[in-house]
Nanobody
Framework: QLQLVESGGGLVPPGGSLRLSCAASGFTLNYNVIGWFRQTPGKEHKGVLCFSRSDGSTYYADSVKGRFTISRDNAKNTVYLEMNSLKPEDTAHYYC??????????????????WGKGTLVTVSS
């Protein structure tokens, strides 16, 4: 029912900034959490970066805290990820995902119900 499409990936130099977008179609109150995840090329697992709850509160992983910001524009049915002070280790495929409950690392796909196909961010000089 819910379709998520990421965009905005590309090449950015270290220390630079980039904003990703996640366009959501069919978003309902059944999905209380939407967030961003990433998977480094060649790595087995995705990692959670941040997520936004329906009450507006947010969570950030330590690796991106203070550098990345998640925001929502409900009128446009879009979620954004503003990335600043990018590092080469931020190079990854970035995904947005939505679910009823908060991401749980012990669950398959963090327990998220819908995933986008991802967008590639490459941080390199």
């Amino acid at each position: 029912q819910l379709q998520l499409v990421e965009s905005g990936g590309g090449l950015v130099p270290p220390g630079g900034s980039l904003r990703l977008s996640c366009a959501a179609s069919g978003f309902t109150l059944n999905y209380n959490v939407i967030g961003w995840f990433r998977q480094t090329p060649g790595k087995e697992h995705k990692g959670v970066l941040c997520f936004s709850r329906s009450d507006g509160s947010t969570y950030y992983a330590d690796s991106v805290k203070g550098r990345f910001t998640i925001s929502r524009d409900n009128a446009k049915n879009t979620v954004y990820l503003e990335m600043n002070s990018l590092k080469p280790e931020d190079t990854a495929h970035y995904y947005c995902a939505a679910g009823v409950v908060e991401p749980n690392p012990i669950e398959r796909d963090y327990g998220m119900d819908y995933w986008g196909k991802g967008t590639l961010v490459t941080v390199s000089s």
